[in-house]
């Protein structure tokens, strides 16, 4: 089955700890996406990535990092920077714009993982 | 900046009754608004998505409407029934794939 998997469910992270979450998807989709879902708010944009090896901040980049070496994975680090990680994390992933020319209504439809809640000790 | 609301916060319902959800942004520039589904502790399903150039999308019990002038889209749902509880997300993409999220209406439905 086509999807996207996120692991784990839940991570906790010590004071001063750099940890790192997982997304991968074998959709065969080029762009994907982190978000983050606070309690009773919507979802901010933390980093994206259009293509491999290449990636942007979203509204809320700063205490993250990521890499996207390949193109079914693209990991999230939550580093000590981020003084507030406690969390809903979600990764979505979409075709790209160029790719599905003509199939407009497909690369415009993120698809979205199952979420992995962050706990800080 | 765009900013999208999303009102009320929270509604409950009796089974059977047809409903609204409302959903409004502040920048009309917009290449489409998409509304989600999420269950409690779980990622985001797609529902419906509406292009800027379209007035409306249905699936099923599902109806959305879009205003792109007056900055307003809402969600109706048709004979509701105890699996439509849920949260109700609307976002609206202003290219690169970007998209802006509503802080959600929580839908229970009563049996």
């Known amino acids: 089955d086509g999807g996207i998997t996120q692991s784990p469910k839940y991570l906790f992270r010590k004071e001063g700890q750099n940890v790192t979450l997982s997304c991968e998807q074998n959709?065969?989709?080029?762009?994907m996406y982190w978000y983050r879902q606070d309690p009773g708010q919507g979802l901010r944009l933390i980093y994206y990535s259009q293509i491999v090896n290449d990636f942007q901040k979203g509204d809320i980049a700063e205490g993250y990092s990521v890499s996207r070496e390949k193109k079914e994975s693209f990991p999230l680090t939550v580093t000590s920077a981020q003084k507030n990680p406690t969390a809903f994390y979600l990764c979505?992933?979409?075709?790209?714009?160029?790719?599905?020319?003509?199939?407009?209504?497909?690369?415009?439809?993120?698809?979205f993982g199952p979420g992995t809640r962050l706990l800080v000790l | 900046k765009q900013e999208v609301t999303q009102i009320p916060a929270a509604l409950s319902v009796p089974e059977g009754e047809n409903l609204v959800l409302n959903c409004s942004f502040t920048?009309?520039?917009?290449?489409?608004l998409q509304w989600f589904r999420q269950d409690p502790g779980k990622g985001l399903t797609s529902l419906l998505l509406?292009?800027?150039?379209?007035r409306e999308q249905t699936s099923g019990r599902l109806n959305a409407s879009l205003d792109k002038s007056s900055g307003r889209s809402t969600l109706y749902i048709a004979a509701s029934q105890p699996g439509d509880s849920a949260t109700y997300l609307c976002a609206v993409s202003q290219g690169a794939q970007k998209l802006v999220f509503g802080q959600g209406t929580r839908l229970t439905i009563n049996p």
């Open positions: 979505a992933s979409s075709l790209s714009p160029q790719l599905a020319a003509g199939r407009r209504w497909a690369w415009e439809t993120q698809y």
């Open positions: 959709l065969n989709h080029d762009a």
């Open positions: 920048d009309s520039a917009i290449y489409n």
């Open positions: 509406i292009q800027s150039s379209q």
